[in-house]
C-alpha cells in the first residue's frame, strides 16, 4: 500500500487523544480485573465466566450492531457509548466499596461493557475511514499510531498503574476507567462531522444485516482476514483465562509482578505496530500476514514451556509484537476495500466472528487447566495458532490483496466483492 498522501487531518489528532485516554484505563482494569476476581474465588471455571461475559454481546447482537450503526451518525455512537460505560462503572465500583462485589456482578457489569464495546468499536472502524478518504497509506499510518498508542497505555503503563491503584482499594482502578471513557466520550462529541454514505433502500434491519454477513463470507479475503483473530481469540482467551493463575502458581509472580508481566506484552506490541507499514512494504501485506501468525503460535509454545518469569516475558513480549502488527495491517486493509455504506456491517461481522470464539476460549482454558493443569490451555493455544496460519495462508495472499486493492480504487467497481479479481496484470503472490 502506497500513496503521496502524507497528512493526517486535524481531526484524526481529537480521535487519537481520546482513544489515549480510554486505553490507559483499560490498561488499568485489564490488570486489576483478574486480580480483583481472584480476591473473590480461585475456581478457574468462575473466572472464565467474568472473561467469557464481556465477550458474550458479540455472540449475541454482532451483524444487527453492525446494521444499526450504518444506520446511526457515527460520531454520536461513539461519545454515547462511552458516557453510558463510565456510568456503568460506577456499579461494581459502589459495590466494591460496599465490600457487597461478587462474581456475578462482575459477569453482568463486563457483559454490559461489551456491549458498549460492539457499538463503539464498530462506529470507530467506521468512522476512520470516512475521516481519512479511504486513502491505504493514511490508513495504515493512523492504524499504526492508534494501535500503538493503545498498545502502550492498555499494555505497558496502564496494568502497573491497574495493579498499584488496586492496592489502594478495590474500587479505585474502577474509577481510574470510568473518568477515562468520560473524557474520552467529551473528546468525540468534539469530532468533525463527516459525509454519510449515500443511503441505500429502506430494508428491514434483519436484511441489511444478512447483506453484510454474506459479503464477508462470499469473499475469500475478507472472509480469511476475519479467520484470523477468530481463531485467534480461542486460543489468547484460553491463555488470558488462566494467565493470573499460571502467573502466581508456576512461576511465582506476585500482585506487582503480574502487572509488569502484561507490560512485558504491551512492550512488543507497541514495536510490532510500529514495523508494520514496513512489513507490509518489505514482504507484501498478505506475507507479513501469515509470518505475524506464525510468530504468535510459536511465542505462546514458548510462553507454556517458560521455566521462570523473564522467559515468560520475553515469550509474551514476541506475541505481542506479531499481534501489534496484525491489528495494523489487517483492519487497514479491510478498511481500504470495503465499500463505505457496509463498512460497519463488515466490520461488525468480522469482530462478531473471533469475539463469539472468544467464549469457547475462555471455557476451554477453564477445562482444560481444571483437567490437566494449568500449562495445559498454553499448548493448546499454540497449537491453534499454528494451525490458523497453515488455513489461512491462501487466502490473505499477496495476490488476493493487490486485486482487492485494485477491485476498490475508483477505477474499479467498489460493490462488487474483492475476490472477483480484474483482468489486470497480478502482482506477484510470495506464498
Known sequence: MTSDATKLPTGFGRLWTAQTVSSLGDGVSHAALPLLALTLTRDPMALAVVTAAGTLPWLLFGVLGGALVDRWDRRRTMWVTDAVRAVLLAIPAAAAALDVLSI??????AFLLGLGGLFFDTAATAYLPDLLGREPALLERANSRLRGTQTAMSGFAGPPAGSALLALGRAVPLLADALSFMVSALLVRSLPAVPRPVPEIRESLLRQARAGASYVFRDRLLLGLALRPAVGNVAFL????????????????????FGLLLTAEATGGLFGAGIASYLGRRLGTGTALTCTAAVEGLAILGLAAAPNPYAAGLALAVCGAGMGATMVLGPSLRQAIVPPHLMGRVASTSRMLAMCAAPFGAFLGGWLATTYGVRSPLYAAAVLLLAMTAVTASMTSNRRVEAALRAAAPTGTPDHPASEEPAQEKAPDLL
Request: hydrophobic share 60%.
Open 238 to 257: 484460553a491463555v488470558e483465562t488462566v494467565l493470573a493463575l499460571f502467573a502466581h502458581e508456576r512461576l511465582g509472580i506476585d500482585t506487582y509482578g
Open 104 to 109: 456475578q456482578l462482575l459477569a453482568a457489569v
